[in-house]
């Protein structure tokens, strides 16, 4: 993923922002989207 910085918004609010990796290592909304988009690469950060 090459982007500066993500944000994550859930009902029209921000929820969550920061790198790919940072916002994978919190498991937050965005880790649960990216595992549902690929399941197999859930081990892979």
Known sequence: ???DKIV???QGKLVEE???KRLL???GKYY???KQQFP???SVN
């Open 40 to 42: 197999m690469l859930e």
């Open 1 to 3: 993923m090459n982007a």
């Open 8 to 10: 994550v918004l859930h």
């Open 25 to 27: 290592s919190k498991k």
């Open 32 to 34: 649960d989207m990216w």
């Open 18 to 20: 920061g790198t790919h």
